[in-house]
């Protein structure tokens, strides 16, 4: 790895390359805070306010390499944004950009005497190559590419796994007249979200064509439409329209009341999302109107290696950033049989199955937009999702107390028959649930007495009092 990997701009190197070294080491000069590993110097320099941030940098040669790893002032950046957002201009980097100062402007010192993994390794992962990880895939691994589907096609087969599309977007009006370039044209001073701030599309283009970030702050926005003025629909003068391959969305029925369900997506290279499943049990699709992505996915109940899920799975703790991931677990996890991936290009859109893992990359600077949605095949898992885990359903506005019932009403209204058939999908869920509950803690007799249908009513009134 460390052959493709340029001189660090400061001349930090590895740890491992002390061993090399003759000269005297920086560290050396460290004080009583020598005592301390990197990895704890960094977390006490988050503790830091801007000025002090400032002044320990110019302490020692060592701290001077700490004091401008860009992630901490990033971390200001956004911080002092959250409680006085102003129009901020990129200066190439998160201090430069935080302190106003040009580049030109801040103090040079050489650093080759300082050598530390935790300074060195974020920029090394910056120039880990993506295109050892999304190429040579196994064939046993490679994702389904179809040209169309039908909606019987997809109830029937496809439900449940993802796919790629390759004629199904290209004649939206999105994927001919949208580019990158076109939206800095029309959209410079549109304001669209980017993780924590709010920025006009000029001041990220600039980001996006100025910036070295293991990962880059990811364009994500919900209200594009609205921003941009633009029509989603059969209508004419539509941008685009759904894909009618998916079938009824039935969070449809919730109306204005749904949750937040389409984003826009922009970023450079090597930006993405590092493994998630999407929220509320919902299916999406991802449609890749300019650059490249890869996707890895790996089904619901899968353990993804360097993915750690805290027992009632609410939390997904992937500490790591997607070039750590890739450098730590990827050919670990694509060993698994039930590795999934992929590469979908501009024109192309892909499906993500309802509960599905995903970790998705850029290869190239691009747009995509995505639609999460309930499909008939998986209305059983998300009415599962809404009413078992209250606590981890995300997205409803504040004032809808049980987007369970909500949804149920909804339904009750519109497919009372679909209602029925999930409702007793349900039971017939939990019932296996309960069993191989009992099989484990070794109450079977009791769960087979004929006291079935009992606890199950018990079970469910149990569960209703979960707030
Ligand atoms: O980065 C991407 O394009 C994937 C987005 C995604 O997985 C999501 O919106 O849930
Ligand atoms: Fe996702």
């Known amino acids: 790895?460390?052959?493709?990997?340029?001189?660090?701009?400061?001349?930090?190197?590895?740890?491992?390359?002390?061993?090399?070294?003759?000269?005297?080491?920086?560290?050396?000069?460290?004080?009583?805070?020598?005592?301390?590993?990197?990895?704890?110097?960094?977390?006490?320099?988050?503790?830091?306010?801007?000025?002090?941030?400032?002044?320990?940098?110019?302490?020692?040669?060592?701290?001077?390499?700490?004091?401008?790893?860009?992630?901490?002032?990033?971390?200001?950046?956004?911080?002092?944004?959250?409680?006085?957002?102003?129009?901020?201009?990129?200066?190439?980097?998160?201090?430069?950009?935080?302190?106003?100062?040009?580049?030109?402007?801040?103090?040079?010192?050489?650093?080759?005497n300082v050598f530390s993994d935790v300074l060195h390794r974020p920029f090394a992962c910056v120039h880990v190559a993506l295109g050892k990880y999304s190429s040579s895939i196994p064939e046993a691994n490679d994702i389904d590419r179809l040209e169309r589907l039908s909606y019987d096609e997809f109830a029937q087969s496809w439900s449940n796994k993802p796919f790629i599309l390759t004629e199904c977007i290209q004649s939206w009006p999105a994927f001919r007249d949208w580019s990158i370039q076109e939206f800095h044209r029309r959209y410079s001073d549109v304001?669209?979200?980017?993780?924590?701030?709010?920025?006009?599309?000029?001041?990220?283009?600039?980001?996006?064509?100025?910036?070295?970030?293991?990962?880059?702050?990811?364009?994500?926005?919900?209200?594009?439409?609205?921003?941009?003025?633009?029509?989603?629909?059969?209508?004419?003068?539509?941008?685009?329209?759904?894909?009618?391959?998916?079938g009824p969305d039935l969070f449809e029925l919730l109306g204005a009341e749904r949750p937040a369900h389409r984003w826009l997506i922009v970023g450079p290279e090597r930006s993405g999302s590092t493994f998630h499943k999407d929220p509320n049990g919902t299916s999406a699709w991802n449609a890749v109107i300019q650059g490249s992505k890869y996707w890895i996915m790996f089904p619901p109940s899968t353990q993804v290696p360097g993915v750690y899920v805290s027992e009632d799975s609410s939390e997904v703790t992937s500490p790591l950033s997607i070039a750590e991931w890739l450098l730590e677990f990827h050919s670990e996890a694509r060993a698994l049989p039930t590795c999934v991936e992929g590469v979908c290009s501009a024109g192309e859109i892909l499906h993500v199955p309802s509960g599905w893992w995903h970790l998705v990359v850029n290869l190239e600077a691009g747009i995509a937009l995505t639609q999460n949605f309930v499909p008939k095949s998986h209305l059983t898992d998300v009415l599962c999702f809404l009413k078992d885990k209250p606590e981890q359903v995300t997205g409803f506005k504040r004032g809808i107390e049980s987007p369970y019932d909500l949804f149920v009403e909804r339904l009750r209204a519109n497919y009372p028959q679909l209602l029925d058939e999930s409702t007793e999908e349900m039971s017939l869920r939990s019932q296996t649930k309960k069993r191989k509950w009992d099989e484990a803690v070794g109450s079977k007799n009791e769960a087979e007495s004929g006291n079935g249908g009992f606890s199950f009513g018990f079970a469910d009134e149990e569960e209703e009092d979960i707030p």
């Not at 980001?207 to 594009?224: A, C, I, K, Q």
């Open 1 to 112: 790895m460390e052959d493709s990997i340029p001189t660090h701009p400061m001349g930090i190197k590895p740890l491992g390359n002390q061993y090399f070294a003759s000269g005297p080491v920086a560290r050396q000069s460290l004080g009583s805070m020598g005592l301390l590993p990197d990895e704890m110097i960094l977390h006490l320099f988050e503790y830091l306010d801007t000025q002090s941030l400032r002044n320990i940098g110019f302490t020692c040669r060592f701290l001077f390499a700490f004091s401008h790893l860009d992630d901490l002032w990033k971390t200001l950046f956004l911080e002092e944004q959250s409680t006085n957002p102003g129009k901020p201009c990129w200066k190439g980097s998160w201090r430069s950009t935080h302190l106003n100062i040009a580049p030109e402007q801040q103090a040079r010192l050489d650093c080759s």
């Open 191 to 246: 304001q669209f979200r980017a993780e924590a701030v709010d920025w006009p599309f000029s001041t990220y283009h600039e980001y996006m064509l100025n910036s070295n970030d293991e990962s880059p702050l990811y364009l994500f926005d919900r209200g594009f439409a609205e921003k941009m003025n633009i029509e989603i629909g059969q209508s004419e003068l539509s941008t685009y329209w759904l894909p009618d391959c998916f």
